[in-house]
């Protein structure tokens, strides 16, 4: 009995002292901001947990569909709506809700990026990952088509030129007002009188 008590006693302070060491270096890393960005530490560890986490035979997995023109088109048309508003069109991640995501995306024409395999790229597409930002853009009856096309993008993005780049800004979402900026801009050019 009396152990028993001892031991629940010290598991009761090492509870307790772990939820004050959380409290102090959440303080000292500036509270639970999300624009803070994320050490080197828990950076290297996430990262290896997560390449825990995706299965062998999954990694392993081979791209299905071949690379062609076609292809890249779709993908980059596809990329531009669904993913730029955070990694960026060019990848970099340097956007307005890239910049505020704790942890933020990775510039996905890095090594760190370049170097995952095909099969952790689309797992990662098609799953998302828990606990941050990154969607799963997968359901349970797709065949995963549209993820393994992104991930042949992916692998053309350290090459992509500035005129890719301006191609893109017209594929990304917009929002109302600037459609009817848009079309003001196009009833100028077509003669019509500017709106007031
Ligand atoms: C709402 C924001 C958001 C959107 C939209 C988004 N992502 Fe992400 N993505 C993230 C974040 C945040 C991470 C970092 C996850 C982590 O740290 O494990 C990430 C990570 C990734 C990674 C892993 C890269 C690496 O090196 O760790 C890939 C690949 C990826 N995203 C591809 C995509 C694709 C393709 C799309 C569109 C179909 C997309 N993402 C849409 C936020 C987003």
Redesign the pocket.
Known sequence: MKVLLRTLACLFLLVGLAALATVVWARHTGGFSARATPSYVETAL??YT?RLAIPASAKSLQNPIADSPSVQHEAMA??AD??A???ANNGSGDTM?GKG?Y????D?RLA??QN?SDGE?FF??QNG?RL????A?GSSNDDGADSWK?VRF?RHLPQITPTEVERMNGMNPKSPDELQEEKQEQEFLNGAPAAQ
């Open positions: 996430a990262r997560r596809h990329y669904h993913c508003s955070c990694h809700y995501l942890p933020k995306p990775p996905l760190a990026t995952l790229l990662i597409i990952v941050t930002g990154m969607p853009f992104l992916l």
